[in-house]
């Protein structure tokens, strides 16, 4: 089913990656993790894209999450403005809570991150026994996207743990350091084998994080993957 409906707000979350808000038509449902696809611009010139949604059912918005590339799609989305209307379908994918879950490790790099958001809100908010453990990798600092929302489900949930790691850091950086590999894992999650892993972004990132979870003897049914598809 398609809906239409109206942005209500735009937040600039990092240099290049920008959230839009939209209103939530009243029959439209989903599961935290899973996405839309969006569609922008009228014929002949419409143009759609997958979204995780970065919001949580818990929350009375819609809202995705988009790294500007200066490819058409982003720069449609770029061009978006409060009381805009757009289109969207969905929802779709399956990267959301199992049940009897209750350890959990994410992995993520970038903009990988919103489905994964979107499931740490709806644990919080829902108060949800789920022991979650986000190792966060991004190139700089200022890269790093909702930094303090992140900060605060963290301060709200006992159980949820988060270790950002740089690739490329600055003088004053004094955390973590590199792409997320398997030392990170064993050091930092030394119960990993008892966890469901979950990960998503980017087909390159993604294929990294499963071929390192396998090397851990991680069980692939305890491992939660989504790609991006075309990603731009």
């Given amino acids: 089913m398609t809906f239409q409906t109206e942005?209500?707000?735009?937040?600039?979350?990092?240099?290049?990656?920008?959230?839009?808000?939209?209103?939530?038509?009243?029959?439209?449902?989903?599961?935290?993790?899973?996405?839309?696809?969006?569609?922008?611009?009228?014929?002949?010139?419409?143009?759609?894209?997958?979204?995780?949604?970065?919001?949580?059912?818990t929350e009375d918005f819609l809202e995705v999450t988009k790294r500007l590339t200066g490819h058409p799609f982003s720069n449609f989305?770029?061009?978006?403005?409060?009381?805009?209307?757009?289109?969207?379908?969905?929802?779709?994918?399956?990267?959301?809570?199992?049940e009897g879950q209750v350890k959990i490790g994410m992995l993520s790099g970038g903009i990988g991150i919103t489905p994964l958001l979107s499931l740490i809100k709806y644990a919080a908010d829902k108060g949800l026994d789920k022991d979650i453990v986000l190792l966060y990798s991004n190139r700089s600092e200022?890269?790093?996207?909702?930094?303090?929302?992140l900060k605060d489900l963290q301060s709200r949930n006992p159980k949820f743990r988060i270790i950002e790691t740089?690739?490329?850091?600055?003088?004053?950086?004094?955390g973590m350091t590199g792409r997320v590999n398997d030392i990170m894992v064993r050091t930092i999650v030394p119960d990993y084998i008892e966890r469901t892993f979950y990960s998503s972004g980017p087909g390159a990132m993604v294929v990294a994080m499963a071929a390192?979870?396998?090397?851990?003897?991680?069980?692939?049914?305890?491992?939660?993957?989504?790609?991006f598809p075309g990603y731009d």
Avoid at 212 to 227: H, N, R
Wanted: include cysteine.
């Fill in 142 to 149: 200022e890269d790093v996207a909702f930094r303090a929302e």
């Fill in 7 to 57: 942005v209500t707000e735009i937040i600039q979350r990092a240099p290049t990656v920008r959230s839009i808000r939209f209103r939530q038509p009243d029959c439209f449902q989903y599961l935290p993790g899973q996405f839309v696809n969006v569609i922008l611009g009228e014929d002949p010139d419409r143009i759609s894209k997958p979204l995780s949604l970065s919001s949580s059912p």
């Fill in 212 to 227: 390192l979870l396998k090397s851990l003897k991680v069980p692939e049914d305890k491992i939660m993957l989504e790609i």
């Fill in 166 to 174: 740089i690739t490329r850091p600055g003088i004053g950086w004094k």
């Fill in 77 to 98: 989305l770029d061009a978006l403005k409060v009381g805009d209307k757009i289109q969207f379908n969905g929802p779709f994918g399956r990267l959301t809570f199992q």
